[in-house]
């Protein structure tokens, strides 16, 4: 059974730096073929896809907000962390973690966590 | 990149009706489109992969179809539970999301 978790700060401050961590159990991320991604979702908006990370420790970041992201992995911990540099209230949102598998090498988000609210204030 | 739009964004319809949801790519994404149902306060929850197959323990009356640039979820006859918000999101060249269809009771 996949699991997985977003843990971190509930507000922020504007100019701060956010780390946020997902947690999951039910797989490993040193197994070939699969990743974590991060998806946020302003209230009453759409969802926003961040970034993501594979077992072999391969990225992708969002261009618009590739500057400001950073993702890493501990396989150890069964964690993979984000951090998004200068926050600003217009990244309040709830951000999800979720497992991403593939079916012909292409990658979709197939189990999510139940997500964080982040409030930045100003 | 891609632009994903949906129609309609806010659907009334009442149970036992059927029920389409279209959404449209700015370039072609061949089959590599999800769709994905949400409640208010929970997490995405996917129904639809690779455009046309079905996620393991959905139910039979949802279904997708389409290819290159205009895809449709159908629901057969909807029921209570289905009232909800849907997304589209493609991932054939990094992962865009639709902005969403409400599906509301009529």
């Known amino acids: 059974q996949i699991t997985l978790k977003e843990s971190g700060p509930t507000l922020v401050k504007s100019t701060q730096t956010l780390t946020l961590t997902c947690t999951f159990s039910?797989?490993?991320?040193?197994?070939?073929?699969?990743?974590v991604g991060w998806i946020r979702q302003p209230p009453g908006k759409a969802l926003e896809w961040l970034a993501l990370?594979?077992?072999?420790?391969?990225?992708h970041y969002s261009p618009s907000l590739k500057s400001r992201l950073t993702i890493t992995k501990d396989t150890s911990k069964n964690q993979v962390v984000l951090t998004v540099t200068n926050m600003d209230p217009v990244d309040t949102a709830t951000y999800y973690c979720?497992?991403?598998?593939?079916?012909?090498?292409?990658?979709?988000?197939?189990?999510w966590g139940q997500g964080t609210l982040v409030t930045v204030s100003s | 990149d891609i632009q994903m739009t949906q129609s309609p964004s806010t659907l009334s319809a009442s149970v036992g009706d059927r029920v389409t949801i279209t959404c449209r790519a700015s370039?072609?994404?061949?089959?590599?489109l999800a769709w994905y149902q949400q409640k208010p306060g929970k997490a995405p929850n996917l129904l639809i992969y690779?455009?046309?197959s079905l996620q393991s323990g959905v139910p039979s009356r949802f279904s997708g179809s389409g290819s290159g640039t205009e895809f449709t979820l159908t629901i057969s006859s909807l029921q209570p539970d289905d009232f909800a918000t849907y997304h589209c999101?493609?991932?054939?060249?990094?992962?865009?999301f639709g902005q969403g269809t409400k599906v509301e009771i009529k």
């Open positions: 979720a497992h991403m598998t593939h079916s012909s090498g292409y990658y979709y988000f197939d189990y």
């Open positions: 039910g797989f490993s991320l040193s197994t070939s073929g699969v990743g």
């Open positions: 990370i594979y077992w072999d420790d391969g990225k």
């Open positions: 370039q072609s994404i061949n089959s590599w």
């Open positions: 690779a455009a046309s």
């Open positions: 999101q493609q991932y054939n060249s990094q992962w865009t």
